[in-house]
Structures are given as structure tokens and as C-alpha cells.
């Protein structure tokens, strides 16, 4: 029997495998539900261990459990492939506008509903189906490449404690190339692979001056008003080509090649139906110089995400406001640093002040961004295997959000490749997602591929 054969001859019992995953609400962000969580993890072991990994356990982190497990290869010099996802899930409750109980997950024309179905239960379970598959195809009792699961239980809350524990365990996992399986590809007639995504950091930025609120009749005209300082300051964020004007802000941005910018040019990008999907924008607007898929995968950004000051009830009140406030976001892209980006803008923010008033700056620590280099022998070998596993051309993408990828990079000293089947379509995070099923089996196609290109590829 082929991999497309077995697949499809086990695809009833994936799909519910699936929907009796789902079905747990493991929510890492509600203390309520970490139980659930950790039930979540036991689930996926006994999964795991039912699909022949030989080794499968919980791993405790200190804060909510992850999954580990590992199946050797025959051979000992074989490639080592981490293969990296997350069993924990957004919040979900039936008032947000779901059509049914989130977590009671139900299959219909071909698409399972429920939270996890694509973020990111599914495209975690199709690896264990996709390695039975390649295992069954070819007769052998192990995986061409030494095969490692790593599921952490705390992406949906910022992976707090997920650095500590690749650090600690960084000399058992020791891969040769890490498998990302949480993102999305283009659409379902265009597969593609994600080659990079951007990084995050926050800041909240306060401007004071006098110690009370003035009336604007006796002091108006004659002290630094905060309100006219703050925005000011966010004006000079950008000059009139939208670049952003912190001083060193792009000096570690990595480019786009040519080829880069070639490949992303020839996505089917309709900006009509992408203005409709960003909440019916007029015009399209950023980084001079730059398309827009362009801007919003591969160029950094400064954003104003609120601002408040002064009297803002029902009616006048002409004040000077001893206060003004605003917060700010930042992504980034490889290989800006979260720190020196906020440190960039303490420059900016000193260089910039006047006399009379005083700046002050709070800052989150951030998310680094990743990239995976597209001419890598491992991109390369997933390309293979996904046009095996579609029949078709597999293109390029870059995605805006953020995650522990970068660490994963970092820590464990390996390139990454994005095998995924997700769409935004999917609805991750919000109410009624859902997968279509099709979608998850061309997933395990793929990975079941995946294995016997990556063995077969030079080291990267």
C-alpha cells in the first residue's frame, strides 16, 4: 500500500482521533482549564505511543506540561528532525458566536469544527499518521531520519517557560533541522511554505508636565502642553515615506533578495479582497518602495495601538491635561532585536523631547523574528515533498505573527522549515474554526515525504 492508500484507508480514524483531542479544552491562558491542559498532554502521549513511537512523555516545565517523543532511526548517523507544535488552545466559549460548543468538535462536509481543529491540534496529529504512512509504504520499522516531537502546552500565552526548558534539554533534542507545523499556507489551491515571521515588541510611552490640569484661558500658549508634546512624537515616528525614523532601526534588517521578491510578486494577491478583509480600508498605505505583501511579511513596523490624555467625557473642558499617554507596537523582522529596538526608541524619544515636560517609557520584552533561508538544502526538501503530497507548484510566504520559533533557531542551533496546511480562512482565534480534513491528510502526504527528502539532504 502507497502513503496515499494508507492514509486514505485511515482517514475515519484520524478524524476522530481528532475530534476526541478537541474535545479537551486545554486553554492555557485560564487557570480554570489547566487541568485540561495536562490532560490534553496525557492524551497526546497515549496517541502517540498507540501510533508506534517507541518513546512518549510528558515533560513538566515549570509551568504547563509539554510532550516529548522520539523514535530512532535504524541507522545512528541518520538526520535528526525536531518537529515542533503546540496541544494548548485560544479561549472559547459558545457566547462569542460560535455556532456550537467549541469543544464539543463535530465533522461535516469534509471540515472538522472545533477550537485546536487547525491552531494547532490538527497539524500536530498529522505527523503521527503521516510517519505510520511513510513506515507502511515502505516496509521498514523506523523512520529514515531520527524523529523527535516536541508539543509545548503554553504557546497561546507567550511560551513562558519554553526557552528554559530547549535550554535545559538542548543536549537530548540536538536536531539537525527543525520542523515548524503552525502557520498556514497561501490557500488551498496555492500551497506554499512560510520562510519567515515577524517578531514583537510592545512599549507604553507617558508624557507629564505640570502637576495638575491648567485651565487653558491662563496658561494656554505659555507652558508645554502633553498632549500637543505626545503627538508630536508619535508624528516623527515615520517620515513622509513611511519609514520609520528611530535612529539604527533598520540597520539589522536582513533584506529581501531578488529571488525573494520575485517569488512573493507571483502570489495571486488581490488587494480589492485584501482591503475588504482588513475591515474595508480605503487605500493601501506603509514603507515607500515596498508591495504590500511585502510590508506586512518583511518589513519592520511602528504602530500607535492607542492614545489617551486629558478630558476625553461628554462636553468641553478646556484644559491644558498634565498627562498624556500612548502605546506603541513594534514588529520586527530578521534580524532586529526586540532590546535594542526599544533602546532605539529611548534615543529618539530623548533627542526629541522639549523643556518643560518629562518623557517616560515602559517596555515588554518581546518576541524575536525568525527566517528560514529559501535556498537551504532543508526548505528544498520540504518544497519536494508538499509538490509529492499536492501536485503542484509550491510557492513562497512570510507571516506577520509571532511565536517561540526564533528560540527554537537560537537555543537548539538549527535551521527551520515550515511544513503546514493551515488557512487564515480557518478562523484560528476566533469563533466557529475549523480544518478541512482534506487539507490534514495532503499534511500527512506531505511529512510522510518529508522524511525520506530530509534523509536524503545535505546538512543545512
Known amino acids: 500500500m502507497d502513503v496515499r492508500d494508507f492514509i486514505a484507508a485511515n482517514a475515519a480514524d484520524f478524524s476522530q482521533a481528532l475530534r476526541d483531542w478537541l474535545s479537551i479544552p486545554s486553554v492555557s491562558a485560564d487557570p480554570a482549564r489547566h487541568g485540561d491542559v495536562r490532560r490534553s498532554a496525557r492524551w497526546l502521549v497515549d496517541y502517540l505511543k498507540e501510533s508506534g513511537f517507541p518513546v512518549a512523555e510528558v515533560w513538566e516545565t515549570g509551568g504547563l506540561p509539554a510532550v516529548y517523543a522520539h523514535w530512532p532511526a535504524a541507522d545512528p548517523a541518520a538526520k535528526k528532525v525536531l ?25 461535516k462536509d469534509g471540515r472538522i469544527f472545533g477550537r485546536g481543529a487547525s491552531d494547532d491540534k490538527g497539524q500536530v496529529l498529522f505527523h503521527a499518521l503521516g510517519t505510520r504512512a511513510a513506515l507502511a509504504a515502505s516496509g521498514r520499522s523506523a523512520p529514515p531520519v531520527t524523529l523527535t516531537l516536541l ?33 498556514t499556507m497561501w490557500g488551498a489551491g496555492t500551497p506554499s511554505i512560510c520562510t519567515g515571521m515577524r517578531g514583537l515588541v510592545d512599549a507604553e510611552i507617558s508624557v507629564t508636565g505640570p502637576v495638575r490640569d491648567l485651565h487653558s484661558g491662563s496658561f494656554g500658549g505659555g507652558v508645554p502642553n502633553p498632549a500637543h508634546v505626545l503627538a508630536d512624537l508619535l508624528a516623527g515616528l ?47 498605505y506603509g514603507e515607500a518602495g515596498y508591495s504590500t505583501l511585502e510590508r506586512i511579511w518583511a518589513r519592520p513596523t511602528a504602530e500607535v495601538n492607542g492614545l489617551w490624555g486629558g478630558h476625553t467625557g461628554p462636553g468641553g473642558k478646556t484644559i491644558i491635561p498634565k498627562a498624556a499617554h500612548a502605546k506603541l507596537s513594534f514588529r520586527l523582522v530578521a534580524d ?62 512570510k507571516e506577520g505573527g509571532s511565536g517561540p520559533e526564533a528560540d527554537l533557531a537560537d537555543i537548539l542551533g538549527a535551521p527551520l522549515v515550515f511544513v503546514a496546511v493551515g488557512l487564515d480562512a480557518d478562523q484560528i482565534h476566533a469563533p466557529n474554526e475549523y480544518v478541512d480534513l482534506s487539507r490534514l491528510l495532503r499534511g500527512a502526504e506531505s511529512v510522510a515525504y518529508l522524511w525520506e527528502e530530509l534523509a536524503g539532504a545535505d546538512n543545512s
Open 238 to 284: 515615520h517620515d513622509e515615506n513611511g519609514h520609520v525614523t528611530l535612529p539604527g532601526f533598520y540597520d539589522d534588517v536582513v533584506p529581501l533578495s531578488a529571488q525573494e521578491r520575485a517569488l512573493l510578486a507571483r502570489l495571486p494577491f488581490d488587494e480589492k479582497e485584501w482591503l475588504h478583509d482588513a475591515g474595508d480600508s480605503g487605500a493601501t
Open 151 to 183: 508539543i509545548e502546552g503554553e504557546e497561546e500565552s507567550g511560551s513562558p517557560t519554553f526557552a528554559r526548558l530547549l535550554r535545559e534539554r538542548k543536549d537530548q533534542l540536538a536536531p539537525d533541522v527543525i520542523v515548524i507545523s503552525d502557520t
Open 83 to 107: 518537529v515542533y507544535g503546540h496541544h494548548d488552545v485560544q479561549p472559547a466559549a459558545l457566547e462569542d458566536g460560535w455556532e456550537s460548543e467549541p469543544f464539543e468538535p463535530y465533522e
Open 336 to 397: 532586529q532585536e526586540p532590546a535594542k529596538v526599544v533602546s532605539s526608541l529611548e534615543k529618539y524619544l530623548k533627542a526629541s523631547t522639549p523643556n518643560g515636560v518629562v518623557v517616560s517609557l515602559t517596555a515588554g520584552t518581546g518576541v524575536r523574528p525568525c527566517r528560514s533561508a529559501i535556498d537551504s538544502p532543508a526548505v528544498a526538501a520540504a518544497r519536494r515533498a508538499m509538490e509529492r503530497a499536492f501536485g503542484t507548484e509550491v510557492l513562497f510566504t
